[in-house]
């Protein structure tokens, strides 16, 4: 991002300036053969007093020095934001004004801090904007302009890309190609420079962000892990020592939801443990690896997000604070102020957690599919063709996962322990559960459980819990001399080099994140669907646009960043807390802030550009786009459901037992009618 900046110190002429010229001038005129020394330091003494006592001093009289920042492509009429920066001691205003001499926004500029602008619309002709600073000291400004599109271009990157991948099943090339075309906006439609800003822009800084360099550090780790294990035959073992009770596909499914339940504290966590742990188990059973992706994909965000005590749980509480702060500022009414402005974004928080339908019918969902060992759409047909033989996953797979790799074979005539992987895999487990705690009482000096999870830094507990599962991986197989050193530490590279396809898909969908967020695809998205609606329409219209932007995006935390303060304002605008008793929870309140909660976890859920989407084919070793399309008509049963019986249905006053005892009628009737069953092939 170009920074457009001012150094005034360089080009300024004032009175002083002036006068410094003239002495310097002076100083270089030549001298006459008959000046004397004395005659010549005379002069020069006269000019040095002109120049520096009768002159006044250069500071204190230079116009402000500031810079000015902005998005990379600006969307008529949607809303985005300057940032201006000064290093300057004194206090100043800035304005900024379109081409047309129109001021847009203006405010105080504090000292050496930099500020964000009020939202700015512009027309279509109104570029470039013109910003000034002024202080005691003088006036300073600059000019700010970027490529100008209408706004709905912002929803051609992410959308091109889902749909080649949809259609071609290329993943890689489809992800790739939706960035370009987003670096083509940014480099104003030049092909040449948005292919240099694809990998300068987007996919460079994406690797280089620390959330995200954390989790190819975990998932590298914990691969590594995966690797080692299966050389010293832990894997194995583990499949062995559950033959004698996971003898059917139907349990062996419900050990790997139970698993799914019980890593409830995150979802990155949830779905890598898992989801290698019974790889080895589903294939010995002839279960495909699409229905594997699904019951870690559809277990691990679901959990996190209904359990208050997760990695989660913080960042959702400080969202719903923020919407309830600007709320409070927004609204006339003295005594709704200060019941807003006092009221605990936690509790809000628990009572969201009934009108959460999605993430709850998902697991439901789940459920009923195991229990009745029934399928329909694409998933039938994955099932199908490996439970009569044709393969855990379809011949001609990408699969994000090579499990054929050489070097993560078990070691011939080695003992087959299961102990050497669940002791590490607990480890993992345990070492980031106390991680997340005592971060978290670190951080704040918190002794609840709730707010030490809230407070911690979830990355770095992962990475603890990974690389301590790492050691003890290689150290229990070495200390019973099943294997040296050296062959564990070839297992644990065997296992970070058969991801890496997962690790190139997992980065572009990253970068493709960012071209969304530099074309502000998801605030197009929300400025459109929202509109003047009653109250009993904003929950279901919000899961509608949490999902949608969601889904383009990739993203449930951005997206849940954008509408939470959003739409809390809205709704106690629209007189959804009117005649509130016992808190806010006994308001339409919960219902809508649930509303943002379930729809960014169906779009993050069924998005092919989501990264936990991603982790779930990784380790499932599945086909990426395969697992996309076999899920997706679960999911959007649910999503639907979810929407017309929970959503609408309760905010005109349907009472809850009854939303929810529907959906799941509906749900059995449709697995159980519907879907075709899977056993006896």
Same mark, same amino acid.
């Given at each position: 991002?170009?920074?457009?900046?001012?150094?005034?110190?360089?080009?300024?002429?004032?009175?002083?300036?002036?006068?410094?010229?003239?002495?310097?001038?002076?100083?270089?005129?030549?001298?006459?053969?008959?000046?004397?020394?004395?005659?010549?330091?005379?002069?020069?003494?006269?000019?040095?007093?002109?120049?520096?006592?009768?002159?006044?001093?250069?500071?204190?009289?230079?116009?402000?020095?500031?810079?000015?920042?902005?998005?990379?492509?600006?969307?008529?009429?949607?809303?985005?934001?300057?940032?201006?920066?000064?290093?300057?001691?004194?206090?100043?205003?800035?304005?900024?004004?379109?081409?047309?001499?129109?001021?847009?926004?203006?405010?105080?500029?504090?000292?050496?801090? *930099?500020?964000?602008?009020?939202? /700015?619309?512009?027309? $279509?002709?109104? !570029?470039?904007? %013109? +910003?000034? =600073?002024? &202080?005691? @000291?003088?006036?300073?400004?600059?000019?700010?302009?970027?490529?100008?599109?209408?706004?709905?271009?912002?929803?051609?990157?992410?959308?091109?890309?889902?749909?080649?991948?949809?259609?071609?099943?290329?993943?890689?090339?489809?992800?790739?190609?939706?960035?370009?075309?987003?670096?083509?906006?940014?480099?104003?439609?030049?092909?040449?420079?948005?292919?240099?800003?694809?990998?300068?822009?987007?996919?460079?800084?994406?690797?280089? *962000?620390?959330?995200?360099?954390? /989790?190819?550090?975990? $998932?590298?780790? !914990?691969?590594? %892990? +995966?690797? =080692?294990? &299966?050389? @010293?035959?832990?894997?194995?073992?583990?499949?062995?020592?559950?033959?004698?009770?996971?003898?059917?596909?139907?349990?062996?499914?419900?050990?790997?939801?139970?698993?799914?339940?019980?890593?409830?504290?995150?979802?990155?966590?949830?779905?890598?443990?898992?989801?290698?742990?019974?790889?080895?188990?589903?294939?010995?059973?002839?279960?495909?690896?699409?229905?594997?992706?699904?019951?870690?994909?559809?277990?691990?965000?679901?959990?996190?997000?209904?359990?208050?005590?997760?990695?989660?749980?913080?960042?959702?509480?400080?969202?719903?604070?923020?919407?309830?702060?600007?709320?409070?500022?927004?609204?006339?009414?003295?005594?709704?102020?200060?019941?807003?402005?006092?009221?605990?974004?936690?509790?809000?928080?628990?009572?969201?957690?009934?009108?959460?339908?999605?993430?709850?019918?998902?697991?439901?969902?789940?459920?009923?599919?195991?229990?009745?060992?029934?399928?329909?759409?694409?998933?039938?047909?994955?099932?199908?063709?490996?439970?009569?033989?044709?393969?855990?996953?379809?011949?001609?797979?990408?699969?994000?996962?090579?499990?054929?790799?050489?070097?993560?074979?078990?070691?011939?005539?080695?003992?087959?322990?299961?102990?050497?992987?669940?002791?590490?895999?607990?480890?993992?487990?345990?070492?980031?559960?106390?991680?997340?705690?005592?971060?978290?009482?670190?951080?704040?000096?918190?002794?609840?459980?709730?707010?030490?999870?809230?407070?911690?830094?979830?990355?770095?507990?992962?990475?603890?819990?990974?690389?301590?599962?790492?050691?003890?991986?290689?150290?229990?197989?070495?200390?019973?001399?099943?294997?040296?050193?050296?062959?564990?530490?070839?297992?644990?590279?065997?296992?970070?080099?058969?991801?890496?396809?997962?690790?190139?898909?997992?980065?572009?969908?990253?970068?493709?994140?960012?071209?969304?967020?530099?074309?502000?695809?998801?605030?197009?998205?929300?400025?459109?669907?929202?509109?003047?609606?009653?109250?009993?329409?904003?929950?279901?219209?919000?899961?509608?646009?949490?999902?949608?932007?969601?889904?383009?995006?990739?993203?449930?935390?951005?997206?849940?960043?954008?509408?939470?303060?959003?739409?809390?304002?809205?709704?106690?605008?629209?007189?959804?807390?009117?005649?509130?008793?016992?808190?806010?929870?006994?308001?339409?309140?919960?219902?809508?802030?649930?509303?943002?909660?379930?729809?960014?976890?169906?779009?993050?859920?069924?998005?092919?550009?989501?990264?936990?989407?991603?982790?779930?084919?990784?380790?499932?070793?599945?086909?990426?786009?395969?697992?996309?399309?076999?899920?997706?008509?679960?999911?959007?049963?649910?999503?639907?459901?979810?929407?017309?019986?929970?959503?609408?249905?309760?905010?005109?006053?349907?009472?809850?037992?009854?939303?929810?005892?529907?959906?799941?009628?509906?749900?059995?009737?449709?697995?159980?009618?519907?879907?075709?069953?899977?056993?006896?092939?």
């Amino acid at each position: 991002m170009t920074n457009q900046s001012l150094d005034w110190r360089s080009s300024l002429t004032t009175s002083a300036t002036r006068r410094y010229v003239l002495v310097m001038r002076i100083l270089q005129i030549n001298r006459p053969r008959h000046r004397t020394p004395i005659a010549s330091t005379i002069l020069f003494g006269a000019v040095c007093i002109y120049g520096s006592v009768l002159t006044p001093p250069l500071t204190g009289q230079e116009p402000p020095s500031f810079s000015v920042d902005g998005p990379m492509v600006v969307l008529t009429e949607v809303p985005f934001n300057l940032t201006i920066r000064t290093d300057d001691e004194a206090a100043a205003f800035y304005s900024v004004s379109s081409v047309k001499g129109e001021v847009l926004v203006s405010g105080e500029l504090p000292t050496r801090s *930099d500020i964000t602008t009020p939202d /700015i619309e512009l027309a $279509s002709d109104d !570029l470039p904007l %013109l +910003v000034k =600073v002024q &202080s005691e @000291s003088g006036e300073a400004e600059a000019s700010f302009s970027r490529p100008q599109f209408p706004g709905w271009i912002s929803l051609l990157p992410p959308l091109f890309a889902i749909v080649l991948a949809l259609i071609f099943r290329e993943v890689v090339i489809s992800l790739f190609f939706g960035i370009w075309l987003g670096a083509w906006f940014v480099a104003d439609l030049n092909p040449v420079i948005g292919l240099w800003r694809t990998i300068d822009t987007f996919v460079a800084p994406s690797l280089a *962000d620390p959330g995200h360099a954390s /989790i190819i550090v975990f $998932s590298a780790l !914990l691969f590594g %892990l +995966v690797g =080692v294990v &299966s050389r @010293s035959g832990g894997t194995r073992g583990i499949v062995e020592a559950v033959r004698p009770l996971a003898t059917t596909p139907r349990r062996a499914q419900l050990a790997t939801f139970f698993a799914g339940l019980a890593i409830f504290f995150d979802d990155y966590a949830n779905t890598l443990i898992v989801g290698n742990t019974f790889r080895p188990i589903s294939d010995k059973l002839k279960i495909s690896r699409e229905k594997l992706a699904y019951l870690v994909d559809s277990t691990a965000a679901p959990v996190v997000t209904i359990v208050f005590v997760s990695t989660w749980v913080g960042f959702e509480i400080s969202l719903i604070g923020d919407g309830l702060k600007i709320a409070a500022e927004q609204t006339a009414d003295p005594a709704l102020s200060n019941t807003l402005a006092t009221a605990s974004p936690f509790t809000l928080f628990l009572s969201t957690i009934p009108y959460l339908f999605y993430p709850i019918l998902s697991l439901v969902m789940v459920g009923l599919i195991i229990a009745m060992q029934r399928d329909f759409g694409p998933m039938y047909g994955a099932e199908k063709r490996a439970r009569r033989g044709g393969g855990v996953f379809r011949p001609g797979s990408q699969l994000l996962v090579d499990t054929e790799e050489t070097g993560l074979d078990v070691k011939e005539g080695v003992p087959l322990r299961w102990y050497n992987a669940v002791v590490p895999v607990l480890t993992v487990v345990f070492v980031v559960l106390f991680g997340l705690y005592f971060d978290g009482r670190n951080a704040i000096g918190a002794t609840s459980l709730w707010d030490a999870f809230g407070a911690a830094d979830p990355f770095k507990a992962i990475m603890w819990g990974s690389l301590a599962g790492c050691m003890v991986a290689i150290g229990m197989p070495v200390g019973q001399r099943i294997i040296t050193i050296k062959e564990g530490l070839s297992g644990w590279l065997a296992g970070i080099r058969a991801m890496t396809m997962g690790f190139i898909i997992l980065i572009l969908a990253w970068s493709l994140g960012a071209v969304t967020e530099q074309l502000a695809t998801a605030r197009y998205l929300t400025q459109v669907l929202e509109g003047g609606l009653s109250p009993d329409l904003l929950p279901a219209l919000t899961f509608c646009t949490a999902a949608l932007v969601s889904f383009c995006t990739g993203t449930s935390w951005a997206t849940m960043t954008i509408l939470l303060p959003l739409v809390i304002p809205l709704m106690v605008a629209l007189g959804g807390v009117v005649g509130f008793e016992g808190g806010l929870g006994g308001t339409a309140l919960p219902g809508v802030v649930s509303a943002v909660l379930a729809g960014s976890i169906f779009g993050d859920h069924c998005s092919p550009i989501s990264d936990t989407t991603v982790l779930s084919s990784m380790s499932a070793a599945c086909d990426h786009m395969d697992h996309v399309r076999t899920q997706m008509p679960y999911a959007l049963l649910v999503a639907v459901l979810a929407l017309l019986f929970g959503h609408l249905a309760t905010a005109y006053g349907t009472p809850i037992w009854i939303a929810y005892g529907l959906s799941m009628l509906i749900l059995a009737g449709s697995v159980r009618f519907i879907g075709k069953p899977v056993s006896g092939f």
